[in-house]
């Protein structure tokens, strides 16, 4: 399983990536393990890199694909960043490049959210990054430019 890394509209890090017969890898600093390297990998490790190194998210306060039951169905999500409470304060749903960001994908972590109720969503495929805040009590949301420092937050 070969990808070949494309160039994201993220900054650039410096990944520790290994290839094992024809697969490639890439280290997860968060999991402190190699991933295989697949698009949506490629995608979420460096908005991971981005929220911590442009955005001040503390490492420790991120967690990577975890579960939640919606319905009956057992769905994982990308990435929950927290407060140093241990409040939610931000989900991140992340696509493969080639994935266009359409009304499914804000549907799907808009169905998330209603398990997780967190005021911040992020979307991204790489190239394109769309930023919400939702605000519970008027059960409104409106779109914002870019994603709040993590010293912003509430």
Known sequence: MQFDPVKLNLPYYPFRIKQIQDTNYIFDEIRKKFLVLTPEEWVRQHIVQYIIQEKGYPKSLIKLEGG?????LQKRTDLIAYNSSGQKILLIECKAP???IDQKVFDQIARYNIIHRIPLLAVTNGLNHYYCQIDFEL????????????????
């Not at 939640?68 to 009956?72: F, Q, V």
Request: hydrophobic share 35%; glycine share 8%; charged share 20%.
């Open 68 to 72: 939640l039951k919606l319905n009956t």
């Open 98 to 100: 080639g994935v266009k």
């Open 139 to 154: 059960k409104s949301y409106i779109f914002i430019e870019s994603l709040p420092h993590y010293t912003d937050l509430g």
